[in-house]
């Protein structure tokens, strides 16, 4: 099994695409079952891995670790004082506005919801700020969709799929904030139908971390990877193909 893809590494930093599916702290699972334990395994006994930042586990894209503890707590204080950039690539539901828009929309936990990790739009909650690009609008057999580049000017919890959903263009394939969230209890619990998956229409949410940059080293150090291939083919109008457990929240990704 490969580990990740490797998009850079140095004494002091690792950058690696994170695939869809895979969660990144350690879990009760086998050495694959996160992307620390994976970047454990690659690293060996040479440091311990040390994770800045974090993606959710259904979105893929570029993640960097520090290799050391000094080069962990610079990168930290980049992020820590917003001098670090990240773009995205986004499919939504629907044919988006032309042009570009900016969504600034409080979050805060949805009281309202079973679900204790789910979040909503609430005017007392923490400022959140997107801005979105539309790259194009495509049509498929099941309806209208459109790819967006984003940018973050905050970084909170789901932000991106939260605020696309408020204005009525849901990721692809968001269990969350798609179109129930009982999707996402019944994936949980591996309950899925095959109506539900027909409803996703992705194994995971089409949400991807393509490019992250900030100074580093008295340069500007910019880092890319592109979509996956379930992503890719969807984005073009062709039939994505999966097997039978992709939707399985046990399996441990790519």
Do not use: N
């Amino acid at each position: 099994m490969s580990l990740f893809p490797i998009i850079y590494e140095d004494a002091e930093v690792l950058v690696l695409h994170k695939p869809a599916g895979l969660v990144c702290h350690p879990t009760k699972g086998d050495e694959y079952s996160s992307l620390v334990s994976r970047v454990r395994l690659h690293l060996g006994t040479r440091s311990e891995p040390q994770m800045v930042h974090r993606l959710d586990r259904e979105t893929s894209g570029v993640m960097v670790f520090g290799k050391t503890a000094a080069s962990a707590l610079e990168l930290r204080r980049l992020w820590e004082q917003g001098l670090v950039a990240k773009e995205y690539s986004a499919l939504v539901h629907g044919a988006a506005e032309p042009g570009s828009g900016t969504i600034d929309l409080p979050l805060g936990a949805d009281d309202r919801s079973e679900i204790a990790i789910k979040d909503c739009v609430r005017p007392d909650g923490t400022p959140a700020r997107t801005r979105w690009w539309r790259e194009r609008v495509f049509e498929r057999a099941e309806g209208v969709f459109s790819q967006l580049r984003i940018r973050l000017d905050t970084g909170r919890k789901h932000q991106i799929r939260i605020h696309l959903a408020a204005v009525g263009h849901p990721l692809v394939g968001d269990k969350l904030y798609g179109p129930s969230e009982a999707l996402y209890l019944d994936f949980v619990h591996r309950r899925l139908t095959d109506h539900q998956r027909a409803q996703l229409l992705l194994p995971h949410q089409a949400l991807h971390a393509g490019r992250l940059w900030f100074p580093w080293q008295g340069c500007e150090a910019e880092f890319a990877s592109p979509p996956e291939s379930w992503f890719s083919e969807f984005a073009a109008g062709l039939p994505v193909v999966w097997g039978p457990d992709a939707f399985d929240p046990a399996r441990p990704g790519p």
